[in-house]
DNA sequence: CTTGACTCTCCCCTTAGGACAGGGCTTATA
DNA sequence: TATAAGCCCTGTCCTAAGGGGAGAGTCAAG
């Protein structure tokens, strides 16, 4: 039996943490005098504080461990575990992605030494675009979402004998982005009108291509959106942009390219 | 002259936000009626907006993110993004550790079947060390420091004409242990007695063999205590680790392997 | 003039505890 | 014996970056 202070020191975490798990019911002292209110651990619940310790750091809310420590089905805690390992990949990825985006931009601050406005200097254009034959998948999802509605775009293209031209890319109806749940139709150019799901018809845009990973995207959005406006134009439709060079390119993500662009009319 | 819900569309930044960033004055609006309080933004506040929504991603706070702002030295400027970058680097090596953790973690349950008591069976052995000769390095530290100081202690190893026998670690002097800051003493084994720093003299100590990367110590640490406790021993000095296998010998975290001491006597 | 869309301020809520304030219990010391 | 020093308790307020909603005022179109 051990009293609050030595248990913490033990286990070497705070007195006020205890106190909340405590609290919260994650986890509760064997014993608690009823007189004092003074709280005791056994030695067996210093393994208990281990575990909580470790899902922690596997990332878990308190309130996600509690019920996985209530959990008695070890498949489902697995199922559970290799979730959360998806979780920290992504994580990791995103970590990269930004990391890849700050030496971009410090590189940038290198040669112009201008480094608040890294790559604000978007060419911009005004373009006809051509005539696009594509497959399409409109659907309301999160940015990492698209891998997989993409896959089932391109399981199509044997199915239904197509032949893609390339172009890859999405468009984006929501006219407010919130880029964990936004109304997004991803597209896979291909060269037969006849089995395409949708014809885009060649339309007047503002377009640009952004170099860098897709987290800086929205900078390129921004310079369209200025542009538009101080040029006299006004939009015209849903924006959507062209994944040109990508990582299945084999190329690190300060290396990619996305064509973007933003139907217009004049005003 | 832009409505405060054209901007948060442009900017793609809910309202919420930007009513925040007025209060906190990280970003005022360029002008507010007197007697409505409707805030109206201009056009070049967007590129602002961009730029604040980028060092964001970049994990600086808004607090830091007016300082930022505010700051004129472009110098100073990227010497604040190196130092990020510095940081996310360490939060993508610190995810990685996890992973390879939590990746250990699941292969455990794949043979055992158990999934709470990963590596709870730590096999501890009584043992009498051998007397260390050891150059030391006893500072406040956080983890992320040990890299540091080991370096000054390798670079006395030429100029002292020590030679290494293989053996590093760390002496843990401080009860209770606080990861981000704590009274360690790095130590680097050596052959000369007397060139030492210390000499570690021979004791018995209770220890056993950590398998994993290091934000799992703690695990075997507690496997350690309760053993102490259990077999009628008490803690008589400050317990220590000696990294065995690692990433030197390019193995991957779950491949680490660290030896943990912590001396005792009978009670 | 009305309706619906937009905006304002004010208040409470989130995570995982940290920082006191004020008080109770036991033990060591002068 | 008085007092000081450790522990321990509960309770309240605070964090960062906003989200949600209430209740009320404002704007533009029909």
Redesign the interface.
């Known amino acids: 039996m051990l009293s609050i202070g030595e248990f ?5 975490v705070s007195v006020k943490t205890l106190h909340y798990y405590d609290r919260i019911g994650l986890l509760r002292p064997v014993r608690v005098d009823a007189f004092t209110g003074y709280r005791y651990y056994s ?1 067996e619940q ?2 208990q ?3 909580i ?2 899902l922690k ?3 878990f809310l308190l309130e996600e461990i509690r019920e996985l420590l209530a959990c008695t089905d ?1 498949h489902m ?2 199922s559970r ?2 979730q ?2 998806e979780r ?2 992504q ?2 990825m995103e ?2 992605g ?2 890849s ?3 971009a ?2 590189q940038d ?1 290198e040669r112009t ?4 406005g ?1 790559q ?1 200097g978007y060419e911009i254009r005004l373009t006809e675009t051509p005539a696009r034959n594509v497959l399409a998948c409109r659907q309301k999802m999160g940015v990492n979402d698209f891998g997989r509605y993409y896959s089932t775009l391109y399981e199509r293209v044997p199915k239904e004998k197509v032949t893609p031209n390339g172009a890859t890319g999405a468009i984006y109806h929501d ?4 880029p964990t749940c936004s109304d997004v139709e991803l597209i896979v150019g291909i060269r037969e009108r006849e089995k395409a799901d949708k014809v885009m018809e060649s339309q007047l845009c503002a377009m640009t291509i952004h170099k860098g990973p897709y ?2 995207l ?2 390129a ?2 310079a369209l ?2 542009w538009i ?2 040029n006299g134009y006004t939009a015209d439709g849903a924006p959507y942009d062209l994944y040109v060079k990508t990582q299945f390119d084999s190329l690190a993500p300060e290396d990619w390219e996305t064509e973007v662009y933003f139907p217009v009319k004049e005003k």
Do not use: P, W
Not at 8 to 12: A, D, G, P
Not at 175 to 178: A, L, R, T
């Open positions: 913490s020191k033990i286990c070497q030695q210093m393994e504080m281990l575990y310790q470790r750091r596997y990332g070890a805690l697995a575990l290799l959360q390992k920290l990949k994580k990791k970590t990269e930004i990391l985006e700050l030496t931009h410090l601050f030494g201008n480094i608040m890294y604000k006219e407010e982005f919130d987290s800086s929205s900078d959005y921004g959106v200025s406006k101080e």
